[in-house]
Structure formats: structure tokens, C-alpha cells
């Protein structure tokens, strides 16, 4: 996430920030906004209020994004605004599966690096991208590997 973006939904959304947000990439700040708007409509902050909302915290890892919120520290609450936070948390990680990491245009497939390291949700343009820089990447490798057997 860019830093002017951290800083303008921790500002526009002070009651539900999270420091879990800022793992996400760039390409899925509109995912976390949105979620952020989301919640805010289920419960916005009473005047004065300044403290949490709705507890928020947010898991990144490998390709795929996942939200927690607490609908417990809503004080009484109603069945319609828990059924609102799923919504919301299912549309958040939906989201992030339908946008490249990068970019946030559509993905189309999960990207693995081939040394089984890291792994992204991307869309055309990014995976192709990846793998001609992991072909220069192998060819490096192999001429250096030549390399050796010549010493
Ligand atoms: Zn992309």
C-alpha cells in the first residue's frame, strides 16, 4: 500500500485502521477500501466515540488476503449488521482474488516463482512480466553454472 494511501484511509477511517493493512500490496488497496467503507456503514463511530468499531485485522500470505472482524465488540448489535461484516469479509477476500497484487486489474492465475519462494495473484500483463524476468533469471544461472565447469 502506498504511503499516501495509508495515510488517507487511516485518517478518512480512524475507528476501523489496522496496522495488519499495511501487508497488503498495492494492487489490492481498492479491496481494502472498500472493505473499510463497508464496515464503517454497519457501524459508524458515535460523536466523540475514538475507539475501535469493529476490531479489523487483516492476513496476507502467498496470493490470498483473508479479514478478520469481531462482531462481539459491537455491544448489542443486531443480526443484520453481523450478516453485513460476513458480507463484508467475504467481499474483501473475493476481491483480492479477482485482482492482480501489482496493478489491481483482473487477475487471471496465481504466480509461483520457480524456486518455490514467493507466490502472487496476477493478472496477464504481471505474470508474463515474471516470467521473462524467471527465464533471464535461469539463463543467468546457467551461464554461470557453464561457467564453472570450464574452471
Ligand atoms: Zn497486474
Request: hydrophobic share 35%.
Amino acid at each position: 500500500m502506498k504511503k499516501e494511501d495509508i495515510k488517507r484511509l487511516s485518517d478518512q477511517y480512524p475507528h476501523l485502521w489496522s496496522y495488519s493493512l499495511l501487508t497488503l500490496p498495492e494492487g489490492w488497496t481498492a479491496a481494502a477500501e472498500q472493505l473499510l467503507a463497508d464496515l464503517h456503514a454497519v457501524n459508524p463511530p458515535a460523536e466523540g466515540y475514538y475507539g475501535h468499531t469493529i476490531p479489523l485485522h487483516i492476513l496476507h500470505d502467498r496470493g490470498f488476503a483473508m479479514a478478520f472482524a469481531s462482531v462481539s465488540d459491537m455491544g448489542p448489535g443486531t443480526p443484520e449488521q453481523a450478516h453485513a461484516v460476513m458480507t463484508a469479509v467475504g467481499r474483501f477476500r473475493k476481491a483480492c482474488c479477482n485482482a492482480c497484487e501489482v496493478c489491481g486489474q483482473r487477475s487471471v492465475s496465481l504466480y509461483k516463482e520457480y524456486t518455490g519462494g514467493n507466490q502472487q495473484m496476477l493478472c496477464q500483463a504481471h505474470i508474463d512480466e515474471r516470467l521473462w524476468k524467471s527465464n533471464v533469471d535461469i539463463r543467468a544461472d546457467l551461464i554461470w553454472q557453464k561457467g564453472d565447469d570450464h574452471d
